[in-house]
């Protein structure tokens, strides 16, 4: 499985909302600690699942 498959499977699993949300949650505004990260609305238990799948 490539990286391109993992970024696609993510993506479709990305929610706009909760991304707008957690970007204000983890302070990604300018001048803020994590200025600049861009966070795409995927849980923990989302992603740790997605990466048992690509663990190879």
Known sequence: MSV???K???NR???KKKAQFLQRF???GKG???EGDILIGVSV???R???L???D
């Open 4 to 6: 391109n498959n993992l």
């Open 8 to 10: 696609r499977k993510l």
């Open 13 to 15: 699993l990305g929610n």
């Open 26 to 28: 983890f302070k990604s």
């Open 32 to 34: 803020e600690y994590a």
């Open 45 to 47: 238990p989302q992603s």
């Open 49 to 51: 699942k997605i990466a």
């Open 53 to 55: 799948e690509f663990k």
